[in-house]
């Protein structure tokens, strides 16, 4: 069984930056991706956007709109873990983000944008942006 548990969410002002991480622990895990999801209040887990994702291996990175150029995802291939900085927050980044691992086979390019895409998730971390 594989797990995610990821840490680093809290409140902010807007302006302000986090950084998220996301540990994976459990089996050995023949990872191909992460990806980082955000659950927006009020709405329901099929509803979940896409923040961004990065390759186990070779580290490419993918990212949604809204966070391009705010946002950077990065790995340490040797502790299994995944970050998240979150930089220039705005209030609409508020939400629960949310981890997920794809395991193999790999695919390229905007295939892991999609939530169908990831077999295990993480329960979440809460991030708020204040005005």
């Known amino acids: 069984q594989v797990q995610l548990v990821e840490s680093g969410g809290g409140l902010v002002q807007a302006g302000g930056s986090l950084r998220l991480s996301c540990a994976v622990s459990g089996q050995t895990f023949s990872g191909c991706a992460m990806g980082w999801f955000r659950q927006a209040p009020g709405k329901e887990r099929e509803e979940r956007d896409f923040v961004g994702s990065i390759r186990w291996n070779g580290g490419s990175t993918f990212y949604g709109d809204s966070v391009k150029g705010r946002f950077t995802i990065s790995r340490d291939n040797a502790k299994n873990t995944v970050f998240l900085q979150m930089n220039s927050l705005k209030p609409e980044d508020t939400g629960v983000y949310y981890c997920?691992?794809?395991?193999?086979?790999?695919?390229?390019?905007?295939?892991?944008?999609?939530?169908?895409?990831?077999?295990?998730w993480g329960q979440g971390t809460q991030v708020t942006v204040s005005p």
């Open positions: 997920a691992a794809a395991v193999r086979p790999c695919y390229s390019g905007t295939y892991y944008s999609r939530l169908g895409r990831y077999d295990y």
